[in-house]
């Protein structure tokens, strides 16, 4: 394999393997902030319990997080120096906003509400899960903004004498209309995960009767939040899928393995033959529903791969455009099918739960348990989706992945690397796994005795 190759798989790694650890961070934040805030406006010891309880879990998963995301963001100068030096005056913004302001912010105050059990005055010690869960949010949208501006350049200009970007607007990025579309998406599926996991744990708990008063509850809330969050997640999804068909008309084509335009265009559930440019074997469709998708017009037309590549190569210069269409095609359904079935699933536990009912279905247990892996792989599939659809663009119209590699890098250094890396992010999945399953198998801490004036540390094990 050639150092590109090698350098685009280490990343790939490198990045679904940090995205593991992102959401639940993201999501669980708020929901943990949202129970503490229920335990001082009602002073029920239930929610305190649930707030110990999840606030490990997202502990848990903010350490690795930073961790796999400080790696991720060393790969732009090991493995793409020469990427890093053409847009690291514009590319770079985004990100050293999000370390020197976001970061810091929410670091500083997960070390306040950790360390401030006991210390601080109950609302201050709120304020401090509150902040630091804007922070994470924050985080999550300097580092779209800064994603969003390679699949949509705004706000620059290439300097003539250096060859390189120069950034001419920091409020075009921020306000780039895809991180605009991509923040919210990424958000409420960040929430789709947390609510999934929040169900799985309560389902295991539930399924043996163990601590049903803080379980039961806790279930219902992650029922709910899957529940709303799936929807405006393929709401905010729609949305995306349209401002995709303005401004990178290859994704919208390669999703559907659509070579040539057509209006009105067909949505296949499921294709055999074509996904390469040969004849298509068998199919099954669904009539007007992708220029529905792209255009909001039944009637709707969609430019094919074919017409895409010609126009391509007229604006770009001779070459293929074309990225690997089984990869688009095929992430772009199991995105939507795994997101689809998370939110059934929500709303089959919503009916069971109904008037504060414990679901007695064991076949209910174990779907839940088990579920928690659709959202992860949903969001996964979104983000092979998503970077992969843009190939072979690093920065989309400006430079390709392969102008971006390292030039004085070998095939064996990144070799090394990426063994080191599996390696290391093994041992960092196993040790969260761990932690992850002895708390949960723990459960929530006891209830404070009756009288007690100071609320229980974090970390009750």
Sequence with gaps: MTVLELSRWQ???????????????????????CMQTAWLVKKDPV????????????LINFAV????????????????SAYSAFVGN????????????????????IGL???????????LHLATIWIAAIGTNMSAYFILAANSWMQHPVGYRVNPVTHRTELTSIVALLTNSTVLAAWPHVILASFVIAGMVVIAVSAWHLARNSQ???????????????????????????????????????KMAAAEALYNT??????????IGSLSGGKELWSVRVPYLLSLIATLNPHGTVQGIDNVEHAYDKKYGPGSYKPVIPVTYWSFRLMIGFGMLATLLALIGLWLTRRRRIPRARWFYRAAIWGVALPY?????????????RQPWTVFGLMTTAQSVSPGVTASSVIISMTVFTLLYGALAAIAWWLTIRHVKVGAPAEAEPGAAEPLPVFSY
């Design 11 to 33: 990343f790939g790694i490198t990045t679904v393997y940090h995205f593991i650890f992102v959401p639940l961070t993201i999501g669980l934040s708020i929901l943990v902030a």
């Design 47 to 58: 929610y305190l319990r649930m707030t110990k309880f999840f606030g490990t879990i997202f």
């Design 65 to 80: 997080g930073v961790v796999t995301g400080i790696v991720e963001e060393f790969q732009f100068g090991m493995n793409w």
């Design 90 to 109: 514009v590319f770079g913004a985004p990100l050293a906003m999000e370390a020197l302001l976001a970061f810091f912010l929410e670091s500083t105050f």
């Design 113 to 123: 509400w950790i360390f401030g059990w006991n210390k601080l005055p109950p609302r």
């Design 212 to 250: 049903t008063d803080v379980f039961r509850r806790a279930m219902r809330i992650g029922l709910a939040v899957t529940l709303a969050a799936g929807i405006a997640t393929a709401v905010t999804g729609d949305i995306q899928a349209r401002l995709m068909d303005s401004q990178q008309p290859m």
């Design 262 to 271: 057509s209006a009105p265009a067909s949505f296949s559930l499921f294709t």
């Design 377 to 389: 792989l949903a969001t996964t599939s979104g983000w092979i989706f998503t970077e992969m659809g």
